[in-house]
């Protein structure tokens, strides 16, 4: 008998009959003699329409009220969860982050988790209760609601496996499993039966939706166990686990793209120490997540910046980025949503060399421009323009052979 939390997105939860589905994947795991946590999303699509409701309003919204109303998707499809487990004979309870509570700390849409108290669920699972709990919200010490950031009930998911340590955390979606690249846009793609925390990790951080990256990091701190599992069919999925002699030993070991990330360029700032502070202190401030930074070389002592924040944040940075540039003399900034980041991820390219080249090589005789480009030390990542996203994910998924299945070899 163990303590398993499964959580299921979106599309898991989308109508009744995808309800009473993941209801009977409930009860079955209880059935086993398990104690059965379930974390649920909003149904498909309905934090989207949340949030043009809101944009439809304003282009800047109240955050604190922001947070209050993209929240409520999840209490949604937890009491119908709940209802639907409850109609099948089966007993269930559904909570929210304020009833639990899940403590975060104070920072509206991209909240992160502190603490979770366990004291009701433990109780609600020893009388029996599959308990389901509301992913994506937190709340502060005031008990004002804060969400977790786009793809956050994977946090939620993980951050309670690891408080109530659990046996075991299946994320039930849309795809069996973790592959080299989105299935959905790569036939080609091959599921991964195993990952490392480290990969799955920059994949996360790289823009695969599959996992959200801090449910990794999570995971990986606390050692959490992890399984990806398809809600629609019964395949095994993927495990991400520690690394070790089961890791995969190729150099490049999946292909990413993010089409959630915009633009901004400030050209002609002064090159002259603090100005980059000047520039990204009050984007910090503002919670705005700062991804590439890209400083051109200085001619006759100015210089242009460019950098990337989500396409969510655009509004927000481009008013806060207009105001240093009008301190640093006026200078008109421009911004493009139109872009896409493409990465490359693997352990392996520690060591490997010409890792690089060959991409910007798959890139070009695609005919495709590289705008920015950023490296980490098992990353490569180049922005480029976001029509070309789906040819240079596939051209770049065959340029590194990542449909022939790697031999597994002992990791020195
Ligand atoms: P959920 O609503 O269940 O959280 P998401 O849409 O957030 O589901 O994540 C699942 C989606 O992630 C898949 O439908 C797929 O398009 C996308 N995805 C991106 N990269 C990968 C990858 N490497 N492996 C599997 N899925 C991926
Ligand atoms: N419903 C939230 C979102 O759409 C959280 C999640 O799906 O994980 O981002
Ligand atoms: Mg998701």
Redesign the pocket.
């Known amino acids: 008998m163990g303590l398993i939390v499964q959580k299921?997105?979106?599309?898991?939860v989308a109508n009744l009959e995808r309800i009473r589905e993941v209801a009977n994947r409930a009860l079955k795991a209880q059935q086993k003699g398990n104690q059965v946590v379930v974390v649920v999303?909003a149904m498909?699509g309905e934090t989207n329409r949340l949030i043009k409701l809101a944009l439809e309003i304003t282009e800047l919204p109240d955050l604190r009220e922001y947070d209050a109303l993209i929240s409520t998707g999840e209490n949604v499809s937890a009491a119908l969860l709940a209802i639907t487990i409850n109609r099948m004979g089966g007993k269930a309870h559904s909570l929210t982050a304020y009833q639990v509570p899940i403590y975060v700390e104070d920072s509206f849409k991209d909240a992160r988790i502190k603490k979770i108290e366990t004291q009701k669920i433990r109780k609600l699972l020893k009388a029996g209760y599959i308990v389901i709990v509301t992913g994506f919200q937190g709340i502060d010490e005031e008990g004002n609601v804060h969400t977790l950031g786009r793809?956050g009930?994977?946090t939620s998911a993980v951050a309670l496996s690891a408080a109530l340590k659990a046996d075991l955390c299946e994320?039930?979606?849309?795809?069996d499993?973790?592959?080299?690249?989105?299935?959905?846009?790569c036939p080609e793609?091959r599921k991964i039966e195993w990952i490392s925390y480290e990969e799955i990790m920059e994949?996360a951080s790289a823009?695969?939706?599959?996992l959200h990256i801090r449910s990794v990091e999570i995971a990986k701190n606390y050692g959490v166990k992890l399984a990806?599992l398809s809600?629609f069919e019964n395949l095994p999925g993927t495990i991400v686990g520690e690394g070790g002699e089961k890791m995969e030993k190729t150099i490049v070991s999946?292909v990413?793209y993010d089409k959630n990330e915009a633009k901004i360029t400030i050209p002609r700032v002064p090159d002259r120490p603090g100005i980059a502070a000047m520039i990204f202190k009050p984007l910090g401030e503002a919670n705005i997540v700062v991804d590439m930074i890209v400083q051109n070389a200085s001619e006759q002592g100015y210089t242009d910046i460019t950098f990337t924040v989500r396409k969510e944040d655009l509004a927000r940075a481009k008013k806060i980025t207009e105001e240093v540039a009008k301190k640093l003399g006026g200078r008109e900034i421009t911004t493009d949503p139109n872009i896409a980041k493409l990465s490359i991820v693997g352990v392996g390219m520690r060591t490997a060399s010409g890792v690089a080249a060959k991409m910007f090589d798959t890139l070009a005789k695609a005919g495709i421009n590289i705008q920015m480009i950023s490296t980490s030390e098992i990353k490569i990542s180049c922005v480029i323009e976001d029509k070309f996203t789906e040819l240079a994910v596939r051209e770049l998924h065959s340029a590194f052979e990542l449909a022939k299945k790697p031999s597994r070899k002992k990791q020195k």
């Open positions: 299921f997105g979106g599309t898991s999303s498909a793809g009930s994977d994320i039930y979606t849309d795809v499993g973790i592959y080299t690249t989105d299935p959905n846009i793609a994949m823009g695969a939706k599959v990806v809600s999946a990413t």
